[in-house]
């Protein structure tokens, strides 16, 4: 078996929502309780778009269609968690995370990655902010309002 490379420290995070109020979260299978948006890292030569479309197609099973994926032309930097640096080059302790958003129907059916998630919810949006680990992640779930068209 082949060790798989390291990360690239440049992520997206997708915040999924019904368009009435409500976010998609979905719950880490490497940490019970964990729970957050669609996020993941870029592959090589890979744009943040293109990772974003990616990323939602991998853990949730839902295709998004052309013009569905709001890009908000912003980013956060922030340490990269101490148990987490080994997947990344040596001497990487930051990440940089492009944000991106998508309304999708509640009736979509969510099909998530068993190896990388455990379960999934539809909650209102400030019982999602209080429920994700990740502050960058909250922010995001708290500042899509000014993001809907």
Known sequence: MTAKPPKIPVSVLVVLHDGNGNVLLIERADCKNFWQSVTGSLE????????????????TGIY?????????????EYE???????RYPAGVTHNTEHIFSAEISRQTPIKISLSEHTAYAWLP???????VFSPSNRAAILNLHKHLF
């Open 44 to 59: 090589p030569n890979e744009t943040p778009e293109a990772a974003a479309n990616r990323e939602v197609l991998e853990e």
């Open 64 to 76: 998004l269609s052309d013009g569905q994926l709001c890009n908000w032309h912003e980013s956060t």
């Open 80 to 86: 990269i968690y101490p148990h987490w640096r080994h």
């Open 125 to 131: 949006l400030a019982e999602a902010a209080e429920k």
